[in-house]
C-alpha cells in the first residue's frame, strides 16, 4: 500500500494534532505491557509513535504535537520541527482533548483533527477522508475495532465530553450521541484496529502487510522480529 497526503484542499485547511505520551518503560501501553513486558512494549510503542510522526510530517495542513508531559515539549519540537507543540491539560482524557481544541481554536485553526499514537493501521486515506468530511459535516469520527475512537475531527467546539466512557469499547457510539444530541452533523469514517493487547499485535502485523510507508514497514519488521507476525501463534 502506497498512500501520499494531499498537498491542497480540504487537507491544507486541517490541522491534524497527535495526542500521546512519551514512550519510556512501564508509562503507558499498561495491557500491553501486562503480555509482553515493560521494555518489548515500550519498544513498540516508540515504533507507534514514528507511525504517527510519519503521518504529520507528510501532512498538507498545519501539524500539532501535543505530549501529555511539560518536561517532553522539547523532545517533540526536535522530533518535528515544523509542528507546532502544546503541552495537554491535567483532567481525563475528555477535558484534556476540549482544553487543547479550545486553545488552538483561539489561536486560529478552525478544522481540527485528534490522532493517537496507538492506531498505526490508520491510513492517509482516513484522514484525508476527515478533511473531505468536514466540507459537509461537522464532526467526522473513524472508530477503532474494538469500539473506540481512532481520530475524531471537527469544525467547531465540541461539546462537552469529560464524562464519556474514555478507553472503553462504548466510546465510539458515546461519542457520537453526545455529537447527535449536541444538534452536529456526524460523518462516520472507515475505521482501524488499535492496539490494546498482544492479539492486536498479530492483526496489526496483517494490515501493515504490504505498507510501503518507511515507519510502518520498521513497525512490521519489530513485530516479525518478536514473534507477532500475522502467521504466528501465541
Known amino acids: 500500500m502506497s498512500e501520499s497526503l494531499a498537498s491542497d484542499g480540504p487537507a491544507a485547511r ?10 519510556r518503560p512501564g508509562y503507558g501501553k499498561q495491557r500491553l505491557a501486562a503480555e509482553i513486558g515493560a521494555e518489548a512494549a515500550c519498544t513498540l510503542a516508540r515504533h507507534f509513535l514514528d507511525c504517527a510522526l510519519e503521518d504529520l510530517e507528510h501532512w498538507a495542513g498545519p501539524v500539532v504535537l501535543a505530549p501529555a508531559s511539560a518536561s517532553d515539549v522539547a523532545w517533540a519540537a526536535q522530533r518535528l520541527p515544523r509542528a507546532t507543540v502544546r503541552v495537554q491539560a491535567p483532567g481525563n482524557l475528555g477535558e484534556r482533548l476540549v482544553a ?5 481554536r483561539a489561536a486560529g485553526h478552525a478544522r481540527l483533527a485528534f490522532i493517537g499514537s496507538d492506531a498505526p493501521a490508520l491510513g492517509a486515506g482516513q484522514i484525508e477522508g476527515a478533511a473531505a468530511a468536514l466540507e459537509s459535516h461537522e464532526v467526522a469520527i473513524a472508530p477503532a475495532a474494538d469500539g473506540g475512537v481512532v481520530l475524531m475531527a471537527a469544525r467547531q467546539s465540541w461539546p462537552p465530553l469529560a464524562g464519556l466512557p474514555w478507553s472503553t469499547a462504548a466510546l465510539g457510539e458515546a461519542l457520537t450521541a453526545r455529537c447527535a444530541a449536541a444538534g452536529l452533523s456526524i460523518a462516520r469514517l472507515p475505521g482501524a484496529a488499535d492496539v490494546d493487547t498482544a492479539a492486536d499485535l498479530r492483526v496489526l502485523a496483517g ?10 514497514r ?3 519488521r519489530a513485530l516479525e522480529t518478536m514473534g507477532f507476525g500475522p502467521g504466528d501463534v501465541a
Open 14 to 23: 486541517l490541522t491534524l494534532v497527535l495526542v500521546f505520551k512519551r514512550p
Open 100 to 104: 487543547l481544541d479550545q486553545d488552538l
Open 207 to 216: 494490515d501493515l502487510r504490504g505498507d510501503l510507508r518507511p515507519a510502518r
Open 218 to 220: 520498521a513497525l512490521g
